[in-house]
């Protein structure tokens, strides 16, 4: 089952878990500690910063399930 889904903001994915900032980097999301973090869901985000969001969540998942959480 996918712990991150398109509809979260990128705050609720760092609460999740700190150490996946450098996913949204590698995407060219820098300002993890702008307001649009809180408020903008992760399609509004990558919409903005003109990025697939399917590729994001899949990478978040990705590292999630390598934790294994």
Known sequence: M???N???TIM???KLDRETAPIFMKYGMHCL???GATMESLVD???VHGIDVS???ADLNKYFET???
């Open 45 to 47: 985000a990558s919409r």
């Open 12 to 14: 609720e994915v760092l």
């Open 6 to 8: 398109e509809n979260m």
């Open 2 to 4: 996918s712990k991150v």
């Open 67 to 69: 934790k294994g959480e």
């Open 33 to 35: 500690g702008c307001p």
């Open 55 to 57: 590729l994001l969540v």
